[in-house]
């Protein structure tokens, strides 16, 4: 019978063991730290006559800020954005995302400030979401030369 002499490398092993998890923790750990995290969120906007009693006995307490905010109702979130004290124009909302900053959801609203005529003086958003965020931020952005406003 023929035998083999062979040495097994303890030390060796060891090293190339922690080698393989590092190269691998490298590949799973690094694109996510350069990758953000931002989801799109559907959204359909609710016409007048279908927005829940809920939202619209609340409007009067939020009609007069400029502001977005989030609602559960019967298991479904809805967004809305007023556009506050700015009378002489209207808003459309842009898009919707959702994105993970330290452990928490924040969902960001862009709005588009519009003529009157082309835009809603607030607007209810319902949302393809199942819980609400941690926080709601609103960005705007103006159209035409109501920068000023």
């Known amino acids: 019978m023929l035998q083999l002499n062979v040495k097994f ?11 393989i998890i590092f190269v691998l923790a490298g590949f799973i750990v690094l694109p996510k730290m350069f990758v953000e995290d931002i989801k799109p969120v559907d959204y359909v906007l609710v016409q007048r006559d279908s927005i829940p009693d809920k939202i619209l006995d609340m409007m009067d307490d939020y009609i007069d800020q ?6 559960m109702i019967d298991d479904k979130v809805y967004v809305v954005v007023t556009r506050g004290q700015n009378n002489d124009y209207g808003i459309d909302v842009n898009k919707i995302s959702i994105e993970n900053r330290e ?4 969902m960001k ?27 709601v931020e609103l960005d705007k952005e103006y159209i035409d030369d109501n920068k000023n406003k």
């Open 9 to 19: 490398n303890m030390k060796g092993m060891i090293y190339g063991i922690f080698l």
């Open 103 to 106: 452990g928490k959801q924040v």
């Open 109 to 135: 609203v862009e709005i588009i400030y519009k003529e009157k005529e082309n835009a809603y003086p607030f607007v209810v958003l319902e949302t393809n979401i199942k819980s609400l965020p941690d926080k």
């Open 66 to 71: 400029e502001r977005a905010l989030t609602i």
